[in-house]
Structure formats: structure tokens, C-alpha cells
């Protein structure tokens, strides 16, 4: 399993932008794909994104797409959840997984998360 440790969450008015990191231990990083998922107070947990091991394919949910940008740096055991436009309805805390499909499932070694909080 790889351990996995998301940074990067606050507090930001609708329109603006935050940057989440999601930093893995182990050296089979680079072997996973990897996902970004969310939970809203008294929602299920949503899958946000997803990136595949090479970052050669990516997946965005409708609510994000065009908004949220997601990457990965094999060499660090780093990937990154870049969102832009941020409205109230993105608040949430945010979790990265590793191991998954890029449908969303499987994903099985996961983040303690990280809070986003986008203020109207």
C-alpha cells in the first residue's frame, strides 16, 4: 500500500483558486493510478478526477470539468488538483486515493484529507 498525504485545503472566496497536493510514500507511486475525490456535509463522497500512472489519460467530473485541472510528478510521488472558479458548492473535504480505475472504483489506499471551504 501506498501512504498518502493531501495538503494544500482553506478557505477561499467563490472565484478563486486553490492548488491541492497529494504527496505518496513508496516507490510504486508512479505504477498507481490516482484519484481525487470529495464529501459535502450529509452528501456521498463524489468522484472529482482521476489520472492515470503515465498521465497519459484523465477523467473530470461534469461538476468540475473546465474548472479543475489535475496532474501528477512521478519524480516527486506528487499529484496535484489544480481548481480554478471555485464556486460554494465545491466545498468539501477532499481526498486522493491511489490504485483505482479510472471509472472511479477499486481505489484502495487513501488520504486523510484536506478541507476546502469556498465562501459566496
Known amino acids: 500500500q501506498v501512504q498518502l498525504v493531501e495538503s494544500g485545503g482553506g478557505l477561499v472566496q467563490a472565484g478563486g483558486s486553490l492548488r491541492l497536493s497529494c504527496a505518496a510514500s513508496g516507490r510504486t507511486f508512479s505504477a498507481y493510478n490516482m484519484g481525487w475525490f470529495r464529501q459535502a456535509p450529509g452528501k456521498e463522497r463524489e468522484f472529482v478526477s482521476a489520472i492515470s500512472w503515465s498521465a497519459s489519460s484523465t477523467y473530470y467530473a461534469d461538476s468540475v470539468k473546465g474548472r479543475f485541472t489535475i496532474s501528477r510528478d512521478n519524480a516527486k510521488n506528487t499529484m496535484y488538483l489544480q481548481m480554478n472558479s471555485l464556486k460554494p458548492e465545491d466545498t468539501a473535504v477532499y481526498y486522493c486515493?491511489?490504485?483505482?480505475?479510472?471509472?472511479?472504483?477499486?481505489?484502495?489506499?487513501w488520504g486523510q484529507g484536506t478541507q476546502v471551504t469556498v465562501s459566496s
Open positions: 486515493a491511489a490504485g483505482g480505475r479510472m471509472n472511479g472504483q477499486g481505489f484502495g489506499s
